[in-house]
């Protein structure tokens, strides 16, 4: 996986401008928390989908408890008739398992940004990208991944430092471009 981010952003240095490489990694917006996320707004700006990551987006890094605040979230998302798919570069055992506490589609292993693993979220939704919203974590996975497929992305503060050691690796990258 991190040869590939080393392949996307030396082809993102190649990019005309420095705006455009810049515009890969930078959401459409940034909360604090998913409970900052105004999803009845989303609802009236066309928006029915949700691709949702998993570690510390929605659980703590390598867990099978969801965070409080996401549990809440998943369940508003779902009342209001979202259609919500998880995607993750965690094991197929546990993103299936924390899936089907909510009854969604899931798809796991992911190796995030790779675009294949996003289309299929779309297609599982059977939503166009104009439709849905990417929400994670992390802006070299999560938000370039939803950008390169040109969904609305929405980068939220992981819930805890504890993590895997490459993404605290990818996290010192990613304070460059904050």
Same mark, same amino acid.
């Given at each position: 996986?991190?040869?590939?981010?080393?392949? $996307?952003?030396?082809?993102?240095? %190649?990019?005309?401008?420095?705006?455009?490489?810049?515009?890969?990694?930078?959401?459409?917006?940034?909360? &604090?928390?998913?409970?900052?996320?105004?999803?009845?707004? %989303?609802?009236?700006?066309?928006? !029915?989908?949700?691709?949702?990551?998993?570690?510390?987006?929605? @659980?703590?890094?390598?867990? +099978?408890?969801?965070?409080?605040?996401?549990?809440?979230?998943?369940?508003?998302?779902?009342?209001?008739?979202?259609?919500? *798919?998880?995607?993750?570069?965690?094991?197929?055992? !546990?993103?299936?398992?924390?899936?089907?506490?909510?009854?969604?589609?899931?798809?796991?292993?992911?190796?995030?940004?790779?675009?294949?693993?996003?289309?299929?979220? $779309?297609?599982?939704? &059977?939503?166009?990208?104009?439709?849905?919203?990417?929400?994670?974590?992390?802006?070299?996975?999560?938000? $370039?991944?939803?950008?390169?497929?040109? *969904? +609305? @992305?929405? $980068?939220?503060?992981?819930?805890?430092?504890?993590?895997?050691?490459?993404?605290?690796?990818? !996290?010192?990258?990613?304070?460059?471009? !904050?």
């Amino acid at each position: 996986m991190y040869k590939f981010i080393g392949r $996307l952003i030396q082809a993102m240095a %190649l990019t005309s401008s420095r705006k455009q490489r810049l515009s890969l990694i930078s959401p459409n917006e940034t909360v &604090n928390s998913l409970s900052e996320i105004d999803l009845k707004a %989303l609802y009236l700006a066309k928006k !029915r989908g949700i691709i949702l990551d998993l570690d510390n987006t929605i @659980t703590p890094w390598n867990q +099978y408890k969801v965070n409080h605040k996401a549990h809440n979230f998943i369940h508003n998302a779902l009342q209001l008739k979202y259609k919500i *798919c998880l995607l993750s570069n965690a094991s197929r055992v !546990r993103t299936g398992k924390i899936a089907k506490l909510y009854n969604l589609p899931y798809v796991a292993a992911a190796f995030k940004p790779r675009k294949k693993p996003f289309q299929q979220a $779309l297609q599982l939704l &059977n939503l166009e990208n104009n439709e849905v919203m990417v929400i994670g974590d992390q802006l070299f996975t999560d938000i $370039l991944g939803g950008n390169r497929i040109n *969904c +609305y @992305t929405i $980068l939220v503060n992981p819930l805890e430092e504890k993590e895997f050691i490459g993404t605290k690796l990818m !996290r010192m990258l990613e304070k460059a471009f !904050r």
